[in-house]
C-alpha cells in the first residue's frame, strides 16, 4: 500500500505554504498583534481564492469534493504559520457541515459562503469559544429545538480573555427562535459528533506544524547564536533537546495523517466505532504532546531570550496552549482511549484478521 501524499495533495499544500510564507510572516504577525486584529480580510481573501474553502465540500455542493487527506497538509500549513484567522474551523469543520444538512437554508449559506468568502462559525458545545466571531456574517448554533443559522446581526458577541494574542475568543448567544432551522435534534447530534471528528484531526494537523515551525525557530537561532566563539547548536546537549522534539514529531505526524486519511464519512444516524474515535483522539494526543514539547524547547534553546517579545516563541507556546485545550481537550479524548482499550478485544486478529487467519491466533478476551 502506498501512503505517500499524491503530487497534486503536495502541490496544493506547496501553494498555500508559499502564500502564508509571504503574508503570515513575524511582522505581519506583531503587526496584528499590536492592533489587537485576529483577522486580516485581505490575507483571508487570498486564502480563499485558492479554492481552500471547497476542498471537502461535495462537488454537487459547488466544492472540489476532496478528503481528509487533502486537506490535512493544509492545516499543517496553517499551524506552521501561526494563521490568526480560523480557515482550519471554517473549511474544514463548518462548512462541511453545512454540506452535511438538508433544506435550502444551508445550501443557500453554503453557497454564498463559497462565492464570497463570508466567514461561517461554529458554536460547538466541546468548543464554545469562537475564534473571530467579530468578523463572522453568520454563525452556527446548537439549541433544544435542533441547529440554527443565525445572522451576525442576530446573536449577542461577547469577548472572552485568551492566552493566544494573535485570536480573539468570543462567546456567542441568540434568541432561541432567532434564524432558520437547519437540523432538527436528531440529525443535530450526529452532525455535532461528526464536526468534532473533523475538528479535532485537523487542530492536531495544525499543532503538527506549529510543532515543526517551533524546532525550525530553535535550529536557525542554535546556528546563529555564538558562546565561546562557536554556535551553541554544536552543544551536544542542544541537539539532544532537539533531537527529542523532532522525533516525537516524527511519530506524531504519520497518525495525524492516518486519522485525515481514514476519517469517515458516515451516512446519517450511522454512530462511529469505538477504534474510528480512538485514532482521532490518539492523533490529537500525540499532536498536542509534541507540539508542548517543541515549543517548550524552543523556550530552552533560546534560553533567557526566548522570554521575551523580542522573539516569536511566546507566539507559537501560546498557540500550542490554546490548540491543545479544542475539542474536549487531553482528558476528554484520554477517555476516549481507554474506552478502546477496556472494551474491545486487542488482538491482531480484531485488528487485522487476514495476520489471524494465516497464524490462526484467537481473539484476546478481556477478562475481570
Known amino acids: 500500500m502506498n501512503f505517500a501524499f499524491s503530487e497534486e495533495q503536495t502541490m496544493m499544500a506547496d501553494v498555500v505554504r508559499e ?6 510572516g513575524s511582522a505581519a504577525l506583531r503587526g496584528q498583534m499590536s492592533a489587537a486584529c485576529s483577522f486580516d480580510r485581505e490575507r483571508w481573501r487570498k486564502l480563499l481564492e485558492l479554492g481552500l474553502s471547497g476542498v471537502l465540500v461535495p462537488e454537487d455542493a459547488g466544492g472540489l469534493g476532496l478528503g481528509g487527506a487533502d486537506f490535512v497538509q493544509i492545516a499543517e500549513a496553517c499551524g506552521h504559520a501561526c494563521l490568526p484567522e480560523p480557515l482550519v474551523d471554517h473549511a474544514g469543520v463548518v462548512l462541511p457541515l453545512l454540506a452535511d444538512c438538508e433544506g435550502e437554508t444551508a445550501r443557500a449559506a453554503l453557497t454564498q459562503s463559497l462565492e ?21 456574517s453568520a454563525f452556527v448554533l446548537p439549541g433544544p429545538d435542533g441547529l440554527r443559522l443565525v445572522r451576525s446581526e442576530e446573536v449577542r458577541r461577547v469577548q472572552q480573555a485568551g492566552i493566544d494574542p494573535l485570536r480573539q475568543l468570543f462567546t456567542v448567544s441568540g434568541e432561541p427562535a432567532a434564524g432558520a432551522l437547519i437540523a432538527a435534534p436528531g440529525a443535530m447530534a450526529a452532525l455535532l459528533a461528526r464536526a468534532a471528528e473533523r475538528g479535532a484531526v485537523f487542530t492536531a494537523a495544525e499543532l503538527v506544524g506549529l510543532a515543526q515551525a517551533c524546532v525550525d525557530l530553535a535550529v536557525a537561532y542554535a546556528g546563529e547564536r555564538r558562546q565561546f566563539g562557536r554556535p551553541i547548536g554544536a552543544n551536544q546537549a542542544i541537539k539532544h533537546h ?30 462511529q466505532s469505538v477504534e474510528s474515535r480512538a485514532r482521532v483522539s490518539h492523533a490529537l494526543l500525540a499532536a498536542g504532546e509534541a507540539a508542548t514539547l517543541a515549543a517548550r524547547t524552543t523556550l530552552q534553546v533560546h534560553g533567557a531570550m526566548g522570554y521575551s517579545w ?8 501560546k498557540r500550542a496552549l490554546s490548540l491543545t485545550q479544542r ?15 477496556l472494551s474491545a478485544p486487542l488482538g491482531p486478529d480484531r485488528l487485522f484478521p487476514q495476520v489471524a487467519k494465516v497464524t490462526g491466533t484467537t481473539p484476546m478476551k478481556r477478562t475481570a
Open 116 to 136: 464570497t468568502g463570508a466567514l461561517i462559525a461554529l458554536a460547538h458545545p466541546q468548543t464554545p469559544w469562537i475564534v473571530a466571531a467579530n468578523a463572522a
Open 327 to 341: 475539542w474536549g481537550g487531553p482528558e476528554h479524548h484520554r477517555q476516549r482511549i481507554a474506552e478502546r482499550i
Open 310 to 317: 523580542e522573539v516569536d516563541v511566546h507566539l507559537y507556546l
Open 242 to 271: 532537539l533531537a527529542s522534539a523532532q522525533v516525537k514529531i516524527e511519530f506524531a505526524r504519520p497518525v495525524v495523517h492516518a486519522a485525515a486519511a481514514l476519517m469517515p464519512a458516515l451516512p446519517e444516524g450511522v454512530p
Open 19 to 24: 502564500l502564508l510564507a509571504r503574508e503570515c
